[in-house]
């Protein structure tokens, strides 16, 4: 049986998904037709129901939740892993200063609409609507080239913006962490609803093993990581892999679930998503 599997060319994703599609891995009779794309593409398929499996943003679950179902295996949660709002002309005491007199002049580049680092942007910052969506890698030269004034950044970026003279105006991932004492959810494994519950259930099993396998043998997918990682140098796509993929990309377990939960609770009663009649869970 071949099912349709989206996923990001980020180091996390290949990663986790290496040994799945290569087969290093028992695949119990199933195969993958793979499509890599960034966050917010994939956010955009599931919300049209174009894959049997995908990657998506837990922020674009709340608006996909009627055709797909969470697996408890390949999500990326964490502490100290949130997205970051950095600059090339304000600090934290400057922009509190401009928010304060003209929230409305500040541009915003943004990884996409609904991806959990917008989300974590709208309970810090609700003033800052002045957005523009921008594909992740695009933000830091948006702030160079002052096409933008602040930019919220995801993934490998964090590692970079530094180097590029960029500041960091807040860490959300810890303000998330200070409000709700969770890990902060930035994206899940679903699969769609239509699927037997057999064939899902086999999914979420062969994606564990193959997080599994990948932490056994962590050097075995380098040159697929690597051909997707965008050049990076290969100590920021294991740093990048570490801070990413952890026990809660082989089983959300009870933490990951409640932080999954504390998300889309605290979206639905600010507003932010729409109510969800479904289980979200496999």
Known sequence: MKLTLGFSPCPNDTFIFDALIHHKIDTDGLTFEVTYDDVETLNQKAMKGQLDITKLSFHAFAYAASQYALLDAGSALGFGVGPLLISHKFDQETLAERIKSDPGSLRVGIPGKYTTANFLLGIAYPELQNKQELVFSEIETALLEDQID?????????????????????????????????????????????????????????????????????????????????????????????????????????????????????????????????????
């Open 150 to 282: 602040l930019g919220l950044i995801i993934h490998e970026n964090r590692f970079t913006y530094k180097d590029k003279g960029l500041t960091k105006i807040v860490d959300l991932g810890d303000y998330w962490e200070k409000l709700t004492a969770c890990a902060i959810p930035l994206g899940g494994i679903v699969i769609n609803r239509n699927l037997d519950r057999e064939v899902q259930l086999k999914v979420n099993r062969l994606i564990r093993e193959s997080v599994e396998y990948a932490f056994a043998h962590p050097k075995s997918g380098i040159d697929f990581i690597r051909e997707h990682a965008q050049a990076m140098d290969e100590a920021v796509m294991y740093k990048h892999i570490e801070l990413y993929v952890n026990k809660y990309s082989i089983n959300l377990g009870e933490e990951g679930r409640k932080a999954v939960d504390t998300l889309f609770n605290l979206a639905e009663e600010r507003n932010i998503i729409p109510a969800i009649q479904e289980n979200l869970y496999i």
